[in-house]
């Protein structure tokens, strides 16, 4: 079964910057894709950005483009969302996934385990 343990949310002001972390572990994450996702108060889940095995090619929303850097450490299982030029709309609990291929990545409400997220607030 495959865990996901986000980290580094908090509260910052806009204009600020965070850099979040996700571990996964339950098997080996060197050939997957991994993506972050948020979900606002009232709103649904959204997709953030994905990055391939490699790390060599990335994808992001529109809202977040020229902004947040997505990166991944394959040795250490982990990936992560350097998030700048933080703004109110961007409040709301991140959660990451991973998935074996960019078709399962792209169909991601489908992706079975969630980690718990963890929370970002941004102030005015």
């Known amino acids: 079964q495959v865990q996901l343990v986000e980290s580094g949310g908090g509260l910052v002001q806009a204009g600020g910057s965070l850099r979040l972390s996700c571990v996964a572990s339950g098997r080996t994450f060197r050939n997957s894709f991994m993506g972050w996702f948020r979900q606002a108060p009232g709103k649904e889940r959204e997709f953030v950005a994905h990055i391939n095995w490699s790390g060599e090619s990335t994808y992001y929303s529109n809202s977040v483009k020229g902004r947040f850097t997505i990166s991944k450490d394959n040795a250490k299982n982990t990936v992560y969302l350097q998030m700048n030029s933080l703004k109110p709309d961007d409040t709301a609990v991140y959660y990451c996934?991973?998935?074996?291929?960019?078709?399962?990545?792209?169909?991601?409400?489908?992706?079975?385990?969630w980690g718990q997220g963890t929370q970002v607030t941004v102030s005015s």
């Open positions: 996934n991973t998935a074996l291929s960019i078709q399962a990545m792209r169909n991601w409400r489908a992706l079975r385990f």
